[in-house]
DNA sequence: CGGTATCCCGGTGGATACTG
DNA sequence: CAGTATCCACCGGGATACCG
């Protein structure tokens, strides 16, 4: 019966909907695993930065994904956003209590990688190693 | 000059696709924080599972997002895929032991995001409100 | 300086159908 | 049951140009 399997998709669909919504990992994973922000609020991590500095810190970041991935920052409280009125203006960033509190699962997340990162490549080129036999 | 100019955008290009590809971090983001990933490895922390119980598991991933995904995480060592030949064929996925060393961290994101979402969906509040006004 | 606005290409990922 | 193949809509994100 087509309509029940439709129906049924559809049902598992809004669950799965409201299932993602309503799990805090994933709400944090899309807020600070994305291509940029992990830098970014490292980046942060040792202090204030301006726009242009952080433009700097971050190297091969562009003008749109830069100012997007802040406000996204900004929007969820990691960051916070300082506008002095000057001529040019002058912007800050700096991680605010929350964005701090991230630290050191940032940091645990950056001892693991260094730490299995040659396990991660030799598990690759094995991977890669039995392909060219098939 | 806008030879030059180009060619400090091609350099800076250069420079930082190396380090991205340096980067562990990015490296283990890239195969642990996208859409699934953190989803199955944390379905396989319990236990193995065989294919279709993931499906169930993981409600909402589609057929081909869970292979590929499942193809990745066995591709960099995280999970072990085990074939049994019979009739239907039995495949059974499980956690190797550099994937249980990933579940700490998993662990405390998952208990940062717990404690934490509200703060961020209450600086999301705060953030649209300030929106509204401008 | 710190943004917006616009264009557009390529990859992600869902739906569907087919295979061993 | 587990996986592959195809098609396609969507949007992430880079390049470029323009504003306050």
């Not at 406000?71 to 960051?79: K, N, P, T």
């Amino acid at each position: 019966m087509t309509v029940t399997a439709e129906a049924r998709r559809a049902q598992d669909k809004v669950v799965y909907n409201a299932f993602m919504a309503a799990c805090p990992t994933r709400q944090v994973l899309a807020t600070i695993a994305d291509k940029w922000a992990a830098l970014l609020i490292t980046a942060l991590a040792d202090g204030s930065q301006r726009h242009s500095e952080l433009a700097r810190t971050v190297a091969g970041v562009s003008q749109k994904m830069l100012t997007q991935t802040l406000r996204v920052l900004e929007r969820d409280g990691v960051i916070a956003r300082t506008v002095t009125a000057s001529v040019p203006v002058r912007v800050d960033y700096e991680l605010t209590d929350l964005g701090e509190s991230l630290m050191p699962i940032l940091g645990a997340l950056k001892t693991w990688s260094e730490t299995h990162i040659r396990e991660i490549m030799a598990a690759r080129d094995e991977y890669e190693a039995r392909e060219l036999v098939a």
